[in-house]
Structures are given as structure tokens and as C-alpha cells.
T-cell receptor, first 113, second 109 residues
Framework: DVKVTQSSRYLVKRTGEKVFLECVQD?????MFWYRQDPGLGLRLIYF???????EKGDIPEGYSVSREKKERFSLILESASTNQTSMYLC????????????FGAGTRLSVL | KNEVEQSPQNLTAQEGEFITINCSYS?????LHWLQQHPGGGIVSLFM???GKKKHGRLIATINIQEKHSSLHITASHPRDSAVYIC???????????FGGGTRLMVKP
């Protein structure tokens, strides 16, 4: 079974802090994704990566950056956390872009105070 | 950009009932995904389809490309089917999903 692991289930940070959310997948998938999920807005794509060191902006990249130095790991970075970034963050991976289902991590619930 | 609408938003059913959740999208897509999210947040991909029908156990997903509409059916529903069901339209490039707002299903024993 594919396993997508997010480093934290719950995280509390202060406004202005730099925040790292880590995601690791164990199935040698090419593609990895970061989403946020908010009540009333559903899931929205922040960034995705289709290869090591490659990244593409999603629908809402503002305030975020990403890093993919190794195939199995995709990091989401909040350079200076703000209260409007309080959300559930979900990582996903897929083998072949556009041809396979996505496998999701359990999510990280981030609160920015 | 795709717009994806789901109905109903909330659905309560009695155990054993046949359930249908609907998903409409507004532009061309390369595939339609159905996902399940249980309380606590974990999301599981149920189906990815670009035409016709797929079945897995008691779950059936159909899509009508001409009408830009997909349905998820659950036969012989069970309380463990209680979850949020989300459809997502995959763009023609295959690199992005646009998600519907979800249907919250509760199946009562």
C-alpha cells in the first residue's frame, strides 16, 4: 500500500514564524501535491511538483513556497505565517500525472495565533 | 478554470438505502475523481473515471461526458459509509484537480 506521511497532525505557530510542513511518500511517485482545506471553500491546490526540484503553482500559491530536493519528500513552507493560513493542509502523491489516482496523507491541522 | 458543483450538500439515509450523490462540472475535463473523507481528515481516492461506469464493492461511479455530470451511488448503505464524499474535476492537462464542496452523508442504523 502507498503510504503518504505528514510529519505532524496538529501544529500551533505564532504569527510571523517560519513554518515547515513535511510530506514523505514511499512508493517512488513522480508527482506530489499540497492542498489546503477550509470550511465552505473545500480543497484547493497550493503547489505541485512533477519531479525533483520542479514545482508548479496551483490555485492559491501566495504566501507559500515549496521544496522538493528528493523524490520522496515535498515540503511546504510558510515564510511568515499569518492567521489566515490557519487551515487543514493535505499532501498527496500520484505515480503518473493525470493518469492515476492521488494518495493522500492524514493531514496537518495548523493553527496560527 | 473548472467549476464543480455537488448535490446534495447534506444527506441523511437509513441503513440499507440506495444513495446517489451528484456532481456537475462546467468545462472540459480529462477525468473525474471521487474521494471519501472520514472524520479526522483522512482522504481516500475511490474512483477516477473518464467515461462510462466503474464499480467497487457497493460503490458505483458513472459519468456522462456530454452532460458534464457524474454520480456516485452506494448500494445497501451502512453506517460505516458515513463520510464526506468529494468529486474533483481533472483539467485537460491532467495536472490539476478542482474540487466540489463535498456531500456530507450520514447513514443511520
Amino acid at each position: 500500500d502507498v503510504k503518504v506521511t505528514q510529519s505532524s497532525r496538529y501544529l500551533v505557530k505564532r504569527t510571523g514564524e517560519k513554518v515547515f510542513l513535511e510530506c514523505v511518500q514511499d512508493m517512488d511517485h513522480e508527482n506530489m501535491f499540497w492542498y489546503r482545506q477550509d470550511p465552505g471553500l473545500g480543497l484547493r491546490l497550493i503547489y505541485f511538483s512533477y519531479d525533483v526540484k520542479m514545482k508548479e503553482k496551483g490555485d492559491i500559491p501566495e504566501g507559500y513556497s515549496v521544496s522538493r530536493e528528493k523524490k520522496e519528500r515535498f515540503s511546504l513552507i510558510l515564510e511568515s505565517a499569518s492567521t489566515n493560513q490557519t487551515s487543514m493542509y493535505l499532501c498527496a502523491s500520484s505515480l503518473s500525472l493525470g493518469k492515476d489516482i492521488q494518495y493522500f496523507g492524514a493531514g496537518t491541522r495548523l493553527s496560527v495565533l | 478554470k473548472n467549476e464543480v458543483e455537488q448535490s446534495p450538500q447534506n444527506l441523511t439515509a437509513q441503513e440499507g438505502e440506495f444513495i446517489t450523490i451528484n456532481c456537475s462540472y462546467s468545462v472540459g475535463i480529462s477525468a473525474l475523481h471521487w474521494l471519501q473523507q472520514h472524520p479526522g481528515g483522512g482522504i481516500v481516492s475511490l474512483f477516477m473515471l473518464s467515461s462510462g461506469k466503474k464499480k467497487h464493492g457497493r460503490l458505483i461511479a458513472t459519468i456522462n461526458i456530454q452532460e458534464k455530470h457524474s454520480s456516485l451511488h452506494i448500494t445497501a448503505s451502512h453506517p460505516r459509509d458515513s463520510a464526506v464524499y468529494i468529486c474533483a474535476a481533472q483539467n485537460n492537462a491532467g495536472n490539476m484537480l478542482t474540487f466540489g464542496g463535498g456531500t456530507r452523508l450520514m447513514v443511520k442504523p
